[in-house]
């Protein structure tokens, strides 16, 4: 794989207080097959908490895909899954 996944990690007010401020950590709990393909930056505010139809806080985009209520378990997933699927494999919606 050339490219990394991007993990744009929301750090705005709500966000933030519902447990984003964590989330920056990500890159220490990153097990070591995902640590080269992975880059993971914090954004002032994603804008999307205003919507319910968006879910719930904290948010994350991870390749432009929004999710939502997001954790270290469920971000590492979602990276785990786009690494297989550009490995050939068949990768379902995150």
């Known amino acids: 794989m050339d490219e990394l996944i991007d993990v744009e990690i929301c750090t705005g007010t709500t966000c933030f207080v519902m447990g984003a401020g964590h989330l920056l950590n990500l ?12 880059n993971i930056c ?6 999307v908490c205003g919507d319910p ?3 719930r806080p904290p948010f994350a985009r991870v ?4 999710l939502s209520n997001v954790s270290a378990e469920s971000l590492i997933e ?9 490995k ?7």
Request: glycine letters at 12%; one cysteine or more.
């Open 27 to 38: 890159a220490e709990e990153l097990p070591a097959r995902l640590r080269p393909h992975v």
């Open 42 to 47: 914090g954004s002032h505010c994603l804008g």
């Open 53 to 55: 139809r968006n879910g």
């Open 63 to 66: 390749n432009r895909m929004l």
């Open 78 to 86: 979602a990276c785990d899954r786009i690494l297989i699927g550009s």
């Open 88 to 94: 050939g494999d068949r990768c379902d919606a995150v």
